[in-house]
């Protein structure tokens, strides 16, 4: 079974999704996050935390103020956004990939080739066969009527609060959690003999 990979994205705003991916005014990645997993153990394989240094561009205050990422932080910190973007494409080379709320981060990411990576690379991240959302799979499991954040669907599967919720590496653990907890197959009722 090919291992699993939950990311994450954290941005400087939402996509225009009514402008094409390379749309000048698209956002950019401030936080890119993932974790591996083993589909049958559920051990933790490897995991990826980065932050985007700001080129030619600032992290709004009305997105600092969600994910608590300053321009003087991804400055000193950040790596270049391309470089991230490979290095994410690289940690999921061969695996299945799970977002929460799939249609955002997908989106982002695919801006994120638009501007520095040819079609080879753009097709193969919208690929869907390999690629779930952990946001519908819990509104299923949950029979809720709206897409439940994050936060609702971990306390309701997990059991407990998500602490430091809009940090991407906390985000894409916890997606992975829900995703443990939706797919995991229901113990068999014992008969009476």
């Not at 996050?33 to 009305?62: C, F, M, N, R, Y």
């Not at 990422?69 to 695996?95: M, R, W, Y």
């Not at 990576?117 to 809720?144: N, T």
């Amino acid at each position: 079974m090919k291992p699993l990979v939950s990311y994450d994205t954290e941005t400087t705003g939402m996509p225009d999704w009514k402008t094409p991916s390379d749309g000048e005014n698209q956002p950019h990645i401030v936080q890119l996050s993932a974790v591996k997993h083993d589909p049958e153990t559920k051990e933790l394989i490897g995991e990826l935390d980065l932050i985007i240094k700001p080129d030619g561009w600032v992290i709004p205050q009305e997105t600092i103020d969600i994910h608590g990422i300053t321009n003087e932080h991804a400055i000193e910190v950040g790596i270049p956004e391309k470089e991230a973007i490979q290095q994410l494409l690289d940690f999921c080379e061969g695996s299945e990939r799970i977002a929460y709320n799939r249609t955002f981060d997908q989106r982002i990411v695919r801006i994120g080739l638009k501007r520095f990576f040819d079609e080879k690379a753009q097709e193969q991240w919208a690929q869907k066969d390999d690629h779930h959302c952990s946001m519908f799979l819990a509104k299923k499991a949950m029979k809720a009527g709206k897409n439940p954040k994050l936060v609702e669907a971990y306390k309701h599967f997990i059991g407990k609060e998500l602490e430091g919720a809009h940090n991407a590496l906390n985000d894409a653990k916890a997606s992975m959690a829900v995703y443990f907890a939706v797919t995991e197959p229901s113990e068999p009722e014992e008969s009476a003999a």
